[in-house]
């Protein structure tokens, strides 16, 4: 992007997570100033082990890099047209993980933190800004994320008036790869898919009999769970990341059919049996010796996890290198709080980012990060900038976040949630394809299929036209 003359106040952001990070670099990459504020090291969070910008505290995957059949690819693909930062960190430091896009976590946070000072534009302050930013700072960021501090949480809460909703996120276990079993475990991705920088088999997969899994969930079950505070009792879970103790609640057979699914996959160490269920684990660093236990997140306690994870056939012996764990989140009411803009209605100097405003991932988180900075940088100098157009990505996600779910079922009630991108947020169509390119019918998952590519190119061509029009930059090959 041409850089506009610096402006002489900046845009002040708060909080260096991957919303936050990637509003930074957007507001400085359009010439103006930004200061990006992060507590840590003065102040940590339950959940952070280091002081880098963008730290990874759940997974290491940004999930499908498939541009043409997947919202989370299309989501990539957008970013990168936009030049992200967060994007150019996690292609720069990809690990093999299917159709996934992963990344070498420590690799990843280090070269955002590297680019975010080297900026000339940006100034990172380490210190906590509690409560609500100063009078004087007319043009502010929020992307504190799930972790908020409780001065800052308060004061937001004071100021909307609002009560905000909270639930619980978990972290999965990472195992050092040399300490499984590979006599009893095999590399494999499901259906053998071959992803960014994969070769199609870079999963590690423990079967799992039906005795096994009979007794694993049993274990679960009978686990030592981390104690809730009172407040914190009737706090919901987001669904896409449950505990997996929380999933086998629900049924003795729900993680076969979730994390445990078998399907897909075929064990070369008795390749005529097939396996009840499947515990699969995707690597988690550069060097590949690490590896994260995929869906596993957890909240017993690290004695219970010890015990029952090693019961899984292929980790009896397996070391870990960082346990699960939990904390809490917060997010807001986003479609009454806030405009299309992201502003806060009740004081527009104040817009926000990231996960606390209702989506959900960390592509999501800095997507909206991206569009923030986008906005807050343009305020600046003083236009306004067209949000992008509801059929991309980046326009499907704002639009659940600041237009949609206000209507309350009971009053004291509403039923805004937290959302990861998908095709269920696009609007249709005008013409669904119904003819292959050799105009024979397309019949059953065919028409999912080309729908979901009709919807990707459509988004493709329309966030090109938006970003010629209103960001006159040129879009990335």
């Not at 690799?107 to 990172?124: D, M, Q, R, Y």
């Not at 929020?142 to 996120?169: C, H, K, M, N, Y």
Request: aromatic letters at 6%; one cysteine or more.
């Amino acid at each position: 992007m041409t850089p506009h003359q610096s402006s002489s106040q900046p845009v002040h952001i708060v909080g260096a997570g991957l919303a936050g990070s990637e509003a930074a670099w957007q507001v400085a990459n359009a010439g103006v100033r930004a200061v990006l504020h992060e507590m840590r090291p003065q102040r940590m969070t339950e959940a952070h082990r280091t002081d880098g910008c963008a730290e990874l505290v759940c997974s290491n995957s940004f999930r499908s890099d498939d541009a043409a059949n997947n919202a989370v690819g299309l989501l990539h693909a957008e970013m990168r047209r936009l030049g992200s930062l967060i994007m150019r960190s996690a292609d720069a430091n990809q690990v093999p993980a299917g159709g996934a896009l992963a990344v070498d976590r420590d690799g990843f946070s280090a070269a955002v933190t590297k680019a975010l000072n080297e900026h000339p534009l940006i100034e990172i302050s380490r210190e906590e800004v509690a409560g609500l930013p100063p009078a004087d700072w007319s043009n502010v960021i929020v992307a504190t994320g799930p972790l908020t501090s409780a001065p800052l949480a308060d004061a937001i809460r004071q100021l909307t008036d609002e009560s905000a909703l909270a639930f619980f996120d978990a972290i999965a276990p990472i195992v050092h790869k040399d300490s499984i079993d590979m006599s009893v475990a095999w590399f494999q991705s499901r259906y053998d898919k071959v992803g960014p920088g994969g070769t199609g088999a870079d999963y590690i997969n423990c079967p799992m009999t039906k005795e096994q899994y009979d007794g694993f969930v049993a274990a679960l079950l009978d686990g030592e769970k981390v104690d809730f505070k009172d407040w914190e009792t009737n706090t919901p879970y987001f669904d896409g990341c449950l505990p997996v103790e929380v999933m086998a609640e629900r049924g003795h057979e729900t993680l076969r059919h979730g994390p445990m699914k078998p399907v897909g996959l075929t064990n070369p160490h008795n390749p005529t049996v097939k396996p009840y269920a499947i515990v699969q684990l995707r690597q988690d660093n550069k060097l590949g010796t690490l590896y994260n236990i995929v869906g596993f997140q957890t909240k017993l306690k690290h004695g219970a996890q010890q015990r029952v994870f090693r019961t899984i056939p292929g980790l009896e012996n397996a070391e870990f290198a960082r346990l699960g764990g939990l904390h809490r989140n917060t997010f807001l009411n986003s479609p009454k709080l806030l405009d299309g803009q992201l502003r806060l209605r009740a004081q527009p100097r104040l817009r926000f980012a990231g996960q606390m405003t209702g989506c959900e991932g960390y592509v999501e988180s800095a997507s909206v990060g991206l569009i923030a900075g986008l906005c807050a940088a343009a305020d600046m100098r003083g236009a306004s900038l067209a949000t992008p157009p509801a059929t991309t990505a980046l326009g499907a996600l704002l639009g659940h976040i600041t237009g949609g779910h206000i209507e309350t079922i009971e009053p004291g009630s509403r039923s805004f949630q937290p959302m990861n991108v998908n095709f269920g947020l696009f609007p249709p169509l005008a013409s669904p394809p119904t003819k292959k390119p050799d105009g024979s019918r397309l019949r059953g998952n065919e028409k999912t299929v080309a729908k979901k590519q009709a919807i990707s190119a459509r988004a493709l061509l329309d966030l090109d036209h938006w970003i010629a029009e209103h960001l006159r930059v040129a879009a990335a090959a």
